[in-house]
């Protein structure tokens, strides 16, 4: 694991620059052929593009909250309803120079997966 200086947030940042982001755009369909993909919006915005990266959280995938034109194959669509969901957290503490129990580091980082 490594801490990114101003946070993942940051590196967000700089990879959108010059990008027309949207935040908040709830994503209904993905239209997806040989000739590109139509991205429609909840408030029926239209994006087409040559290709889309999706990267909605499997919660999303298994409600079947966006719908996919044409439907993902079957075998995708089970492989995402035995995708387990638990929690996931990440504890950082930060020592006082000198004071680490580890050789030299300053950070100590554990995550801790719940089922």
Known sequence: ETVLEGGFHALVRR???GLA???GARVVSIEHSDGGV???TASGERFVGSVAVVTVSVGVLKAGDVTFVPPLP???LAAI???GMGEIAKLFIRFRPGRSPLSGDSYLM???LAA
Do not use: G, H, M
């Open 110 to 112: 554990t995550q801790v």
């Open 81 to 83: 309803q035995r995708i």
């Open 74 to 76: 079957e075998d995708k």
């Open 21 to 23: 982001v949207r935040l």
């Open 38 to 40: 139509v991205v429609r």
């Open 15 to 17: 990879l959108a620059e």
